[in-house]
């Protein structure tokens, strides 16, 4: 079993920053791929950004160079730093582990750009 907690949402004006954080506990180890997921009203969920098992990251065309995605394996934590954000970076933020034959899910957290 896996629990995630995602924090750190929250409204914040365009071109400005957040930093999101997932805290994982249970039956994760650092070579669990890992990543942050997004989903806007009346859009299917989307890859935002991740880890692979083999520590390499992904991320969407829409973030890169915007957001970083990091992990401090010793706090069993992943973050999202996300700069310049704009409006259509609205959306509810998963964090998700993809552990051999199961997905875990946090239970999401909101990031609302708009001035």
């Known amino acids: 079993q896996v629990q995630l907690v995602e924090s750190g949402g929250g409204l914040v004006q365009p071109g400005g920053s957040l930093i999101l954080s997932c805290a994982a506990s249970?039956?994760?180890?650092?070579?669990?791929?890992m990543g942050w997921y997004r989903q806007a009203p009346g859009k299917q969920r989307e890859l935002v950004a991740s880890?692979?098992?083999?520590?390499?990251?992904n991320y969407a065309d829409s973030v890169k160079g915007r957001f970083t995605i990091s992990r401090d394996n010793a706090k069993n934590t992943v973050y999202l730093q996300m700069n310049s954000l704009k409006p259509e970076d609205t959306a509810v933020y998963y964090c998700?582990?993809?552990?051999?034959?199961?997905?875990?899910w946090g239970q999401g957290t909101q990031v609302t750009v708009s001035s």
């Open positions: 998700a582990a993809h552990l051999p034959g199961y997905n875990y």
């Open positions: 249970g039956s994760i180890f650092s070579t669990n791929a």
């Open positions: 880890f692979t098992s083999g520590g390499m990251t």
